[in-house]
């Protein structure tokens, strides 16, 4: 067999990952919030992009004619890139009066720590206890758990045992009750002593059987006690009114977070109004300054080279906000269409949806849907929902239509919520109860989605 060599040409596409596409990629996956960060960044990065007014007209062209200009000659590029005044100074709008205002700045809850030193300032304590209680306080998790032992303190400070106890003895005194506790059994003993004189049964639940308590098992706790189970019962409501996790509903430094919703659905009549919202996206255009550079003879090729790239970095950037805004409405729009009777009925009427049937209405790749809806919030009349939440998979019904997971839920809670507490539903009675609405559900997915939901297992939620 002989062996040869040959030259063939082919022909054939192939997707390259420019840098523009790139940007567009990454613009039309970031929510507002985040899409006001990356264009604030870009502000900073590129002299052709600047804030558009209001009216219409770029901040630079709105600003003051000077009282001397030269009409004879312009300044040349070395001159315009090295003013070193701040570009914004001379032209602070009363929008941005408005936006430094009072109102328009989120409140910061105090953390854990601010809460605990600011009663550790006001009880009458030595020097030495302060201290020790400053160190116990930064020891803290971030449920109030102290994790650190008295020992460790001790050799930390090089104080006494005895102070160290004092010092934490007083901290577990301070609001909210159970705090510096080194485990549960002693945050919810704490959180008891606070609560004043109270059914003794409780104390001893806590002490001997907080494990039985957990798994429900009021049964066995009556026998080893001796006592009825509708005490036992009763003995249980109020520890699961107590707080296992004291600090946890305080604030972590930086830890204020809110949504904005990317999308507004207002109903209006029998239809529903789609609103982009893009009020937290500082709306940019491009500098005439800057581009009439690229006019001038004289500019030396690096220079132009520069200039050119950064233009079409700009003019990209504008065209991906432009086209992240188109993509999103007509997104949401074929949502509306397809959850229509979810926005007006409620969670139990949500439909079986996936990516690819809205891609394929809208004629759009399934990761372009997915990027156009990551990390979005729409607001409803029903509430703000994550864009995420219109797409649920389904199970298949007895006559071949699917409903959708989230409506099984909204069942689920209905018949847990309904149920006699004496008598509640175990799994296999959940799944005949779906089967005679024509659902088909194993009891894995029944107890899948009580979990999901937080819901006990029946021998959890029986009432005695």
């Known amino acids: 067999m002989a062996i040869g060599y040959s030259l063939n040409l082919e022909q054939s596409q192939r997707l390259v990952m420019t840098p523009e596409l790139r940007q567009a990629i990454t613009v039309l996956q970031l929510s507002s919030l985040e899409l006001a960060e990356y264009v604030q960044q870009e502000l900073l990065e590129n002299p052709f992009l ?19 200009r030269e009409k004879d000659s312009d300044r040349d590029w070395e001159e ?18 408005a936006e430094n205002g009072y109102e328009n700045f989120v409140s910061r809850s105090p953390t854990l720590a601010e809460h605990l030193i600011l009663q550790l300032d006001l009880s009458p304590c030595g020097g030495t206890v302060k201290k020790i209680g400053e160190y116990l306080i930064g020891n803290l998790d971030e449920h109030g758990y102290l994790r650190c032992t008295v020992e460790e303190v001790c050799a930390g400070l090089g104080v006494k045992e005895a102070e160290v106890r004092e ?3 007083l901290v577990q005194t301070f609001d909210p009750p159970g705090v510096a506790a080194r485990d549960l059994r002693e945050c919810l003993l704490n959180q008891v ?10 104390r001893r639940i806590i002490e001997s059987h907080l494990e039985d308590l957990a798994a429900g098992r009021l049964s066995r706790i009556a026998r080893c006690l001796s006592v009825p189970v509708q005490e036992v019962q009763r003995a249980a409501d109020v520890i699961r009114k107590l707080d296992p996790k004291p600090g946890s509903h305080f604030a972590s430094p930086g830890d204020t977070r809110y949504i904005v919703p990317d999308v507004i659905l207002e109903k209006l009549g029998r239809d529903y109004a789609i609103v982009i919202n893009d ?23 690096e220079t132009r080279r520069y200039l050119e790239s950064r233009l079409n970095a700009a003019s990209w950037l504008v065209r991906s906000i432009e086209q992240r805004k188109v993509t999103l409405y007509r997104v949401t729009e074929c949502l509306v269409e397809l959850q229509r009777d979810f926005l007006d009925y409620g969670v139990r009427y949500l439909r079986p949806l996936n990516l690819r049937k809205v891609a394929e209405r809208l004629g759009l790749h399934e990761s372009t849907i997915s990027r156009a809806t990551a990390n ?35 069942r689920l809670q209905e018949f847990i919520g309904a149920e006699d507490a004496k008598n509640p539903l175990n799994d296999q009675r959940l799944v005949e109860m779906f089967a005679r609405q024509g659902i088909r559900i194993s009891r894995r997915t029944i107890a899948k989605y009580r979990d999901e ?3 006990p297992a029946a021998a959890r939620r029986k009432r005695y």
């Open 453 to 455: 939901l937080g819901i």
């Open 193 to 202: 002593d606070q609560l004043g004189p109270g059914d003794p049964l409780v």
């Open 80 to 97: 315009y890139f090295a003013e070193d005044a701040d570009p914004a100074a001379g032209y602070r709008s009363k929008s941005a009066t």
């Open 279 to 301: 009020s937290a996206i500082p709306r940019v255009t491009i500098s005439r300054a800057y581009r009439s550079l690229l006019n001038r003879s004289g500019e030396d090729p």
């Open 50 to 68: 600047e804030i558009k007014e209001e009216n219409g007209e770029s901040v630079e062209d709105s600003l003051p004619e000077p009282a001397e």
């Open 167 to 169: 010092a934490l003895t």
């Open 376 to 410: 979005k919030y729409i607001q409803t009349p029903l509430g703000v929902f994550e864009m995420k939440y219109f797409f649920s998979p389904g199970l298949n019904n007895a006559d071949g239509t699917l409903t959708s997971a989230e409506s099984i839920k909204c």
